[in-house]
């Protein structure tokens, strides 16, 4: 027996952190079938790249190969062949970002354990964990999580290239940044900054040699990053998919404007993504309802004095001017719940406005910034003196504290996000808290004659309970937390500071190490019931958060009634669906219509051929007046979708329609007390162009 308490002692760390890996899995994947297929944008093409290679190849996001999606290939790759493997199924789809934030959490803990200890190492890796951002990411079909996942990996590598000086593990590092460009763009590189100043001052190498390699990585990486990209830009154009959310079909603009200077500015903010004027989007998404808006505030109040101001609501829960493809639609028609509103860049309702405390306001400190404040001051705090003789935990220190500043400033800053794009921000916040957990209990752990040997872990301690008080701020603000998760994040931290105390008078290492645990769940009880809530309930498939709001009876105290909420169940009325199919023809389109959405769940229930000509937002300029008399006389156009929400597309086209083909009269497809086959009661109406 004594032998048996011997091991577990000596091995402790590898039982906590099997643990921490299964709480991890659970969060990520449990009840995973409970969210359907996720985001239909993603669904919709999924489903078209299984069914040719083609397809598969440039993300096409119809069974014809007619439009793309707005993102690279890897990420949907992988999900493709999860489905080709496991068959068409919503968890299938969902399970690569359900492993990799697992994964994930093993990199937090290998990267952090090496540097800084196992137990810092432990505690980093349970933050990560719980991290509500990571956990809604990884039960979604976006692919924030792959990324993260190949991120981490890379610097698992540059730490390898510092520490033994050899240039083939920068070189693999590099390679892992242009794998995640081709998950998520330039989303991949916003850890450029953190790589490139710690290998070059952290390196063994001499000055021109750390250049050099430099080069050579940077040739790498970009060579990884644009080999499919330029496949596509000089692939004959004819024979491809139009490019989504472009105006002139090039991968390029996608990558500059869509992807790149739309979120850095705000949409309709340097981007050049088609000229869209997103203003005039807004305006006529709003002019077009037809459903009676009520306009209501659904957002609490701001952790610090910002109120954030939510868009109208309609009778059956879903938002207005909620937007993209991973969320930034316009539309409405985003998520199936409609909860918390959309994302317009700055001032939005999703993100609110830029600013220096944006990432303590109500809709983001709940995802990703329960633990930054005390992030940021174990960056400052933990600075030790350097050495005369640079190392690899030197290194990695100040990595960290660089990928934070980098994230910290960007979402602070940003024009346009999402909320759950807030896991970039979460491995850099896991581990200098856990960084700064560790200081906190070695700088208690032995009485110190010199006094001034306890400020550091004093200011830790401080800024560790300011930290925990900001939390108490947030929890205070839902009427239905106060009676049970307010005494935990009390009762705990409470216990810790006496445990302290008696510790400090009569120093014992039991005691310090029951305290440390009383501070850690605390710190992390509010994150752990943030994180349950998409557990436990669905999410909005486009724009996934955590928080009270989606178990449905725990509102923010401020808010004179709870916000409404559809449930997944709620499909689309399929009578449309059924009318088309019946009168489908072979070598035609089951239906066109002008954005993605309109056809999204068509594609996903039939796997049939849809064109959305105008793609996600419905300006792109894929489809000509000429090129549809063509396809109509060749019969590959019968029938055409005139939704009630229309983007800023080719209007001539919607004219020449109206003008040419036969309204098809809705109680021929249409059941009674339905609405007309089109998510979230949106109506269309259907055109016929006879041969």
């Known amino acids: 027996m004594q032998q048996i308490i011997v091991k577990l002692k000596k091995n402790y760390h590898i039982l906590a952190l099997i643990f921490i890996l299964l709480l991890s899995f659970v969060f990520n994947f449990y009840a995973i079938t409970n969210n359907g297929t996720g985001n239909e944008y993603y669904a919709a093409c999924i489903k078209s790249m299984t069914q040719s290679f083609h397809n598969f190849f440039f993300v096409s996001f119809d069974p014809s190969g007619m439009v793309s999606v707005d993102k690279p290939p890897l990420g949907l790759w992988v999900q493709a062949i999860s489905v080709l493997i496991f068959g068409y199924h919503g968890w299938a789809m969902m399970l690569p970002q359900a492993l990799a934030g697992t994964a994930s959490c093993f990199m937090i803990y290998i990267l952090t354990a090496k540097h800084f200890g196992r137990p810092a190492g432990l505690i980093s890796s349970l933050i990560f964990a719980l991290t509500p951002a990571v956990v809604v990411a990884s039960r979604n079909n976006t692919m924030d999580m792959q990324l993260v996942f190949v991120l981490l990996v890379s610097v698992w590598f540059l730490f390898r290239s510092i520490d033994s000086g050899k240039w083939r593990y920068l070189f693999l590092a590099a390679v892992f940044v242009g794998l995640g460009f081709n998950i998520k763009m330039l989303q991949a590189y916003m850890i450029l900054p953190a790589i490139v100043f710690t290998y070059l001052f952290f390196t063994k190498e001499k000055l021109g040699k750390r250049f050099l390699a430099g080069i050579l990585s940077v040739i790498i990486m970009f060579g990884i990053s644009f080999a499919w990209v330029l496949t596509v830009e000089f692939y004959p154009s004819a024979n491809r998919p139009y490019v989504d959310s472009t105006s002139n079909n090039s991968m390029l603009e996608l990558i500059v404007g869509h992807n790149g200077t739309e979120r850095l500015f705000g949409s309709g903010m340097g981007g050049t993504s088609g000229g869209r004027d997103f203003d005039k989007i807004i305006k006529k998404s709003a002019n077009d309802e037809t459903t ?222 029951i305290s440390t645990l009383a501070f850690i769940i605390s710190s992390l009880a509010a994150p752990f019931y943030w994180s349950l809530t998409p557990v436990m309930n669905v999410p909005n498939s486009t724009l996934p958060y955590a928080g009270p709001e989606l178990a449905g009876s725990s509102f923010p105290q401020s808010q004179g009634s709870g916000e409404t909420q559809t449930k997944f169940t709620q499909t689309r009325d399929s009578s449309l669906e059924k009318y088309l199919v019946s009168h489908y023809k072979d070598g035609s389109f089951l239906v066109v219509s002008q954005r993605s959405s309109d056809v999204a769940q068509f594609i996903i229930d039939t796997g049939l051929p849809c064109y959305a000509y105008g793609g996600f937002l419905g300006s792109d300029n894929s489809l000509t007046v000429d090129k549809l008399k063509a396809l109509v006389s060749e019969g590959k156009i019968t029938y055409y979708l005139l939704s009630s929400q229309n983007g800023m597309g080719n209007s001539e086209i919607t004219s020449y329609v109206k003008a040419n083909a036969t309204l098809v009269n809705e109680s021929e497809y249409s059941s009674q007390n339905s609405n007309v086959g089109l998510m979230s009661g949106q109506v269309g109406t259907l055109y016929l162009f006879k041969s």
């Not at 005369?388 to 935990?393: D, F």
């Open 292 to 513: 009676g808006d009520t306009a209501t505030n659904n957002t609490p109040p701001s952790i610090g004095s910002e109120a954030v101001e939510m868009p109208a609501q309609r009778p059956d829960g879903s938002q207005q001017n909620q937007g993209g493809p991973d969320g930034d639609q316009f539309d409405g028609r985003g998520g199936r719940d409609g909860a918390m509103g959309g994302g317009m860049g700055g001032g939005s309702s999703e993100i609110g406005s830029a600013s220096p405390i944006r990432l303590w306001t109500s809709n983001l400190y709940g995802q990703g910034s329960w633990l930054l404040l005390f992030a940021i001051i174990s960056m400052f705090a933990c600075i030790k003196k350097w050495n005369s003789k640079k190392n690899v935990r030197q290194s990695a220190f100040v990595f960290w504290s660089l990928w934070l500043v980098t994230m910290t400033v960007f979402f602070s800053f940003a024009g346009f996000y999402h909320r759950y794009y807030l896991c970039m921000m979460a491995p850099a916040v896991a581990v200098l808290s856990g960084i700064g957990m560790m200081a906190i209990y070695n700088g208690f752990r032995n009485k110190k004659e010199n006094r001034k040997a306890y400020i550091r872990p004093a200011i830790l301690l401080i800024a560790f309970l300011t930290n925990i008080a900001l939390e108490i701020v947030c929890v205070l603000r839902y009427s239905q937390l106060i009676n049970w998760l307010l005494p935990v994040i009390i009762g705990t931290a409470a216990i810790g500071i006496i445990l302290l105390i008696v510790h400090l008078i009569k120093p014992k290492r039991a005691i310090l190490i």
